[in-house]
């Protein structure tokens, strides 16, 4: 229309994914360091979160929980947004950053029009695993260096972290689910 300004373009879309399911993807070019979105969803105590998924089965790998830390996660599977599109990378564009009792996902280099977003997941590991815990958890983000798994790799020092299956954080520093 003419002289009506042009609505801004999204600066992310959520669409399919080669990785898994959906995955959102940049519209625009995303700047290193931009805050591209809030990791919503319901905030839950962990015995809460383990309530509401006892039933899962635990070699389901899908989970849209969210550790923050030993008292609360967030499950973005009830009153989430497009968060929890976000798939997992072994090299990625973007990281979870605890602000708070916040989480968001914050571009870690300069993102182009098209490029899927995607953080390290860093799912922690759990005295009881199975012993084929990887092959659950096994990943498909195809980048170059990929690990093969969306776990942590055992040197690295726990963050705040996407978790794989409801369960009480043995070492109350918040670790893991899924
Ligand atoms: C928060 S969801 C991400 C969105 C998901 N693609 C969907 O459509 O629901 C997290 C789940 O996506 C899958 N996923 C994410 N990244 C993956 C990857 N790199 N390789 C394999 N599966 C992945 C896993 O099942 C994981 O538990
Ligand atoms: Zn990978």
Redesign the pocket.
């Known amino acids: 229309m003419k002289g009506a300004r042009r609505a801004r373009t999204a600066l992310i879309e959520v669409r399919y ?1 080669a ?5 959102v993807f940049a519209r625009r070019q995303i700047r290193k360091g931009t805050t591209i979105l809030e990791y919503l969803g319901d905030r839950l105590t962990h015995s809460q979160a383990d309530a509401r998924y006892e039933q899962k089965e635990s070699r389901d ?4 929980l969210f550790t923050v830390d030993s008292n609360t996660v967030i499950d ?1 599977g009830v009153n989430g947004n497009e968060a ?6 072994c090299d990625p564009n973007c990281e979870s950053v605890k602000r708070g009792k916040r989480i968001f996902i914050e571009a870690i280099r300069t993102i182009r029009p098209g490029e899927e977003l ?1 953080y390290d ?1 860093q799912i922690q590991r759990d005295a009881d695993d199975p012993h084929d815990i990887d092959e659950i958890f ?4 195809g980048a170059p260096g990929c690990r093969g798994s ?1 776990l942590v790799e055992r040197e690295v020092k726990p963050r705040p972290t ?1 978790a ?1 299956r409801p369960q009480r954080p043995a070492n109350g520093r918040g670790g893991r689910r ?1």
């Open positions: 994914s990785i898994h399911g959906y995955g790998n899908h989970t849209f973005a929890r599109y976000v798939n997992h990378g995607a997941y096994s990943c498909r983000c969306m996407r794989k899924g």
